[in-house]
């Protein structure tokens, strides 16, 4: 990978976290040049969600208050919560189109596992205990201004509460078909790139090479007004291939226009 500079547009943040677990500074990838690593920490009441109101915060204000188009890489698909807070507190109204393997949306009541990130989408239009959200000032969206794009692995719930929503589910060669009419909060959770390509995955799931995601992630942007990028790597640092992470995130990256290609 040949780490660019960030294009003058774009204001890279980085938050060291998956959810209550502090990562190793720069999430074992190499980080274009300009990045800013964000400080940050939860609260400890023991109240979950009241608890990451103080991770997640700083990035909402560093959305807020970004010049041009705010890009942000945590270690959680949480972290596009406070995207959306940051970019509605600055006047945008965006559409959220969300790259995943997985559906991430379970709600408290749907959960198997209990994971608090499987249920990030489903806050974002407002379904499940709303205090992260509120907390962060983020408005729920309308469901038909989000897009669920590949999430090839869902577990029952999820196949169902998608089925009876106006979440748009679109295939990867499908997405520009699907996009709601107004500027694009665009989410990649790296994993939506195969498993059999990316090793160290915390959800593994067989699919597509990166080329493939990025082609898709290419066809948004050039669709679509970009209003901010949030990119997830929910890997688990220590057991990643630095060179497979790294072509992962520029291949990311240069699809959207956030460093050279």
Avoid at 51 to 65: E, F, H, Q
Avoid at 221 to 232: N, Y
Wanted: glycine fraction near 10%.
């Amino acid at each position: 990978m040949t780490v660019a500079q960030c294009g003058i547009l774009h204001r890279l943040f980085v938050l060291d976290w998956h959810i209550f677990d502090a990562l190793p500074a720069g999430l074992n990838v190499t980080l274009p040049v300009g990045a800013h690593h964000l400080s940050a920490a939860p609260d400890g009441s023991g109240e979950p969600w009241r608890d990451l109101v103080a991770l997640y915060t700083p990035v909402a204000s560093a959305v807020r208050a970004a010049d041009g188009v705010p890009v942000v890489l945590s270690g959680d698909c949480i972290t596009p919560l406070a995207v959306l807070a940051g970019l509605q507190q600055r006047g945008v109204e965006p559409a959220l189109v969300w790259f995943d393997a997985h559906g991430d949306f379970h709600t408290e009541d749907t959960t198997f596992s209990g994971y608090l990130g499987g249920l990030p989408l489903a806050k974002a239009v407002g379904r499940g205990d709303m205090t992260l959200p509120e907390g962060l000032g983020m408005r729920p969206l309308a469901e038909d201004r989000a897009v669920l794009v590949d999430g090839r692995d869902l577990d029952p719930p999820e196949v169902t509460a998608l089925a009876e929503s106006r979440v748009a589910h679109a295939s990867l060669r499908d997405v520009v078909d699907v996009l709601p009419q107004a500027p694009v909060h665009l989410h990649v959770d790296l994993d939506v790139i195969g498993s059999q390509h990316l090793r160290g995955l915390r959800f593994p799931a067989p699919g597509p090479h990166r080329a493939t995601v990025a082609a898709a992630v290419r066809a948004v942007v050039a669709a679509r007004s970009i209003a901010a990028v949030s990119v997830a790597a929910t890997w688990f640092p220590e057991r990643t291939d630095r060179g497979q992470t790294d072509a992962a995130l520029a291949a990311v990256l240069g699809a959207a226009g956030v460093i050279a290609p």
